[in-house]
T-cell receptor, first 115, second 115 residues
Framework: AQSVAQPEDQVNVAEGNPLTVKCTYS??????LFWYVQYPNRGLQFLLK??????LVKGSYGFEAEFNKSQTSFHLKKPSALVSDSALYFC?????????????FGSGTRLSIRP | NAGVTQTPKFQVLKTGQSMTLQCAQD?????MSWYRQDPGMGLRLIHY???????DQGEVPNGYNVSRSTTEDFPLRLLSAAPSQTSVYFC??????????????FGEGSRLTVL
């Protein structure tokens, strides 16, 4: 089955340290991958996407993500975490069906940055 | 810039009542979708549409109906509300239509409680 998984419910990082939020996927064909962020009581906001090309994708707010085809992963990273990065992060993947494509989301990872 | 507008923001229903969650976007996006967000389960796709007059089911369509008579509007109807439909509902749109390689733009969400 086509799916996306976020193995960690929560990630805790000290401010200034690097952070990684993990995502793995299972899709047929070439994967189209996305990261979104959700702040409290808000809708999701797009951070970055991988369609093709460079395996390292840069996005908003200093975030980047590394696509690894052999490990079927798309981990979100930031070299130096800020307290304001604390939020809920979702990985998403486009999946193909007979009539159209859909975007499905992982279960989310809560990122907590301590001062 | 209005973007994606959802109404109402909050709603309380009794079991068996029906209601419609409204979603409108002013970006001329082809693709529109409805998700529900539940703790620990991330976002699950309910229904989606790749253009006016075209709708299809997502992961959890039971108990919900949609229609797409215009490009701008994509209402979600609950036919007979059940407590299991207590959730936060998000409408999202994208410019990419069938190919769906574009990012999703989300509304602010509608919090529904079914007693």
């Amino acid at each position: 089955a086509q799916s996306v998984a976020q193995p960690e419910d929560q990630v805790n990082v000290a401010e200034g340290n690097p952070l990684t939020v993990k995502c793995t996927y299972s899709v047929s064909g070439n994967p189209y991958l996305f990261w979104y962020v959700q702040y409290p009581n808000r809708g999701l906001q797009f951070l970055l996407k991988y369609i093709t090309g460079d395996n390292l994708v840069k996005g908003s707010y200093g975030f980047e993500a590394e696509f690894n085809k052999s490990q079927t992963s798309f981990h979100l990273k930031k070299p130096s975490a800020l307290v304001s990065d604390s939020a809920l992060y979702f990985c998403a993947v486009r999946v193909e069906y007979s009539s159209a494509s859909k975007i499905i989301f992982g279960s989310g990872t809560r990122l907590s940055i301590r001062p | 810039n209005a973007g994606v507008t959802q109404t109402p923001k909050f709603q309380v229903l009794k079991t068996g009542q029906s209601m419609t969650l409204q979603c409108a976007q002013d970006m001329n996006h082809e693709y529109m979708s409805w998700y529900r967000q539940d703790p620990g389960m991330g976002l699950r796709l309910i229904h989606y549409s790749v253009g006016a007059g075209i709708t299809d089911q997502g992961e959890v369509p039971n108990g919900y109906n949609v229609s797409r008579s215009t490009t701008e509007d994509f209402p979600l109807r609950l036919l007979s509300a059940a407590p299991s439909q207590t959730s936060v509902y998000f409408c999202a749109s994208s410019y990419s239509g069938l190919s769906n390689t574009g990012e999703l733009f989300f509304g602010e969400g509608s919090r529904l409680t079914v007693l």
